[in-house]
C-alpha cells in the first residue's frame, strides 16, 4: 500500500479583530455587499501607505505561543509578486525570510493514540480579494471580484509533512480551529475563516497542492478525491505531475489549474513601506492575555467535576460548549450534565447540522435536568423538550405542560401495574418460573398504558415488589 505523505498550509483569518491588517477599513464585512469595507490602502491605490496593525502583530504573537512554536528575534514583510485579480496591488505583502516563529506543533487523536503534528513556520501576511464564478471554475465565462476580504490579518500555519491520512488532516483542523477559538481571535463559523491548501504526494512521486479548500469536511474530501486521482494514475503508468489544483466541492473532484509555482517564481523582496519588528519584545504583553487552553481545561474538568476523560475531550473541543457546561455544572450535577451535553443536545445539534453557538440558554437546560432529577420528566420527555427548544424555542416548563410530559403520581403508576398484572397471567408466569424477561415486556405494556408518561425506573421497581408479593403468596 502506497504511503500518502501531506502537509498542510493553513490560513486563517484574525477576523474578531476590529481593523484590517495595513489600514482601518473594519474586518466585520461577511454580510456586507461586496466592495462596502475598502479604502485607498486595501485596493493599493497609488500614493496609498500600509501601517502595521500592532494588535494583528499581538494576536500572531498568542497563536503561535499556544500552538508551541519558537518566536523569532526579527520579522520583515514582502512583497510577494504575482499577477492575479483579486491582488490590487499586482503582489501580496507577506513574510518570508524572516516569518513570525519557527517550530510548535498541535498535539491530535489518531486512532493508534496521540500524534504530534509539527509546524515548520507561522507568518502573516494580508487576505487577497474574493473570486466568484458564475457555475463552476472550469466552465465560467468571467469571474467577479469583492475586495471586502482584501487586506484581513492572516496567519499562514504551515505543517511538515507528516500527516499520513485525510482523517488526520481533518483532526489537525479541527483542533487547530479550537485553539484559535480560545483565544479569542478566530471564529470559524464566518466564511473564508480558515481557508486550506494541501500538498499531497504518494511516497516517491511527485507532489500536488490542492488550493483554496474552504471547510473542514471539504478537506478530508479533497484529498481523499486526490488520493485516488494518483493511485490510479500510477496504475496505468502515468507519472503524477507536480500541478496546482483546485477542488471543486460541489462535484467532489480536484481540477487541475496550472504549472506548481516554485518560491523563486514570487520574486520576493522586502517591502520597502513596512519597517522590521521585534515580535519577541511583545512577549510579556502577550503572554498574561492567554487563557486556559484547551488541553489544560481538558484536565481541570476531569479533576475539579470528576468526569471522564471522553467527556472531557468532547466538553472542551469548543470553547462554547465548555463554557455551557461550566454554568450547568455549577446547578446540576456535573456527571448529569456531562452526559446530557456532550451526548444527547451535541448529538440533536449534529443530527440538525447546527453550530454550538445556536444552541439555546444554559438556564433552559438546568431547568430541563432539575425536573430530570427530581423525576419530574423522563428521560425520553427530556429529549423531547430538548428537540422541540432546538427547532421551535420557548419555555421548558410550557413545553412540558404544553406535550404533558409530567411524570405520573406513583399512586397512579401502582394502579396500572396492578392492571397490567391482572392482564398478563401468562408473562407473571413465566416470571415467577425465572424466565427474567418476561419483566420488559410487563413494563412495557404499563409504559403503553401510561402513554410514556410513568417513570421506567420506578415502574420497574413497583412491578418487581409486586411479582415478588405474588410469587411469595403462590408459594
Not at 509578486?81 to 517550530?103: E, H, T, V
Not at 428521560?379 to 416548563?397: C, F, Q, T, Y
Not at 410513568?454 to 410469587?471: C, V, Y
Request: charged letters at 30%.
Amino acid at each position: 500500500m502506497e504511503e500518502v505523505i501531506i502537509g498542510l498550509e493553513v490560513h486563517v483569518q484574525l477576523n474578531l479583530l476590529k481593523s484590517k491588517l495595513f489600514c482601518q477599513c473594519p474586518t466585520d464585512y461577511h454580510n456586507s455587499e461586496p466592495n462596502t469595507h475598502v479604502c485607498p490602502i486595501c485596493l493599493g491605490l497609488p500614493g496609498a501607505m500600509p501601517v502595521i496593525n500592532r494588535k494583528a502583530v499581538e494576536a500572531g504573537i498568542a497563536v503561535a505561543m499556544a500552538l508551541n512554536a519558537e518566536i523569532q528575534e526579527k520579522t520583515l514583510f514582502y512583497r510577494k509578486n504575482y499577477f492575479y485579480p483579486d491582488l490590487p496591488r499586482g503582489f501580496q505583502i507577506s513574510q518570508y525570510d524572516f516569518p513570525l516563529a519557527y517550530g510548535g506543533y498541535v498535539t491530535i487523536e489518531t486512532d493508534s493514540g496521540e500524534k504530534k503534528v509539527t509546524l515548520k513556520r507561522i507568518h502573516m501576511e494580508e487576505d487577497p480579494g474574493r473570486l466568484t464564478y458564475p457555475g463552476t471554475i472550469d466552465t465560467a465565462r468571467y469571474s467577479l471580484i469583492d475586495y471586502n476580504r482584501s487586506g484581513m490579518p492572516l496567519l499562514e500555519i504551515v505543517t511538515e509533512p507528516v500527516i499520513s491520512s485525510p482523517k488526520e488532516a481533518r483532526s489537525f483542523l479541527n483542533k487547530l480551529r479550537t485553539i484559535l477559538e480560545y483565544l479569542g481571535v478566530f471564529d470559524g463559523s464566518l466564511e473564508g475563516a480558515m481557508r486550506v491548501d494541501a500538498n499531497i504526494s504518494l511516497k516517491g512521486g511527485a507532489r500536488a497542492e490542492v488550493k483554496n479548500i474552504s471547510s473542514y469536511k471539504g478537506v478530508e474530501k479533497a484529498l481523499s478525491f486526490e488520493i485516488t486521482r494518483q493511485k490510479n494514475l500510477l496504475k496505468r503508468g502515468i507519472m503524477v505531475e507536480m500541478e496546482t489544483r483546485h477542488f471543486d466541492e460541489a462535484r467532489g473532484v480536484t481540477i487541475s489549474l496550472r504549472t506548481k509555482e516554485e518560491e523563486q517564481d514570487y520574486r520576493y523582496f522586502p517591502e520597502p513601506d513596512l519597517p522590521p519588528m521585534e515580535p519577541r519584545s511583545l512577549i510579556p504583553d502577550v503572554k498574561d492575555t492567554i487563557p486556559e487552553l484547551p488541553d489544560a481545561k481538558r484536565r481541570r474538568f476531569m479533576e475539579e467535576y470528576g468526569i471522564s476523560d471522553y467527556f472531557a475531550k468532547v466538553l472542551t473541543s469548543e470553547i462554547r460548549m465548555a463554557d455551557y457546561f461550566e454554568k450547568v455544572a455549577k446547578v446540576i450535577d456535573p456527571g448529569l450534565a456531562a452526559t446530557w451535553i456532550a451526548d444527547i443536545l451535541k448529538g440533536e445539534l449534529n443530527y440538525r447540522d447546527m453550530e454550538f453557538s445556536e444552541v439555546f440558554e444554559a438556564e433552559k437546560l438546568i431547568q430541563v435536568l432539575k425536573l430530570l432529577a427530581v423525576k419530574k420528566i423522563t428521560e425520553k420527555g427530556a429529549v423531547k423538550v430538548i428537540r422541540v427548544m432546538l427547532d421551535e424555542g420557548g419555555d421548558p416548563l410550557k413545553i412540558v405542560r404544553r406535550l404533558d410530559l409530567m411524570v405520573m403520581d406513583l399512586s397512579e403508576v401502582e394502579r396500572l401495574c396492578d392492571e397490567v398484572i391482572e392482564e398478563n397471567s401468562q408473562a407473571v408466569s413465566d416470571y415467577i418460573s425465572g424466565r427474567k424477561e418476561a419483566l420488559n415486556y410487563l413494563v412495557g405494556q404499563v409504559m403503553k398504558k401510561s402513554r410514556g408518561k410513568a417513570d421506567p425506573g420506578e415502574t420497574n421497581r413497583i412491578l418487581i415488589r409486586k411479582l415478588k408479593e405474588r410469587e411469595k403468596d403462590s408459594s
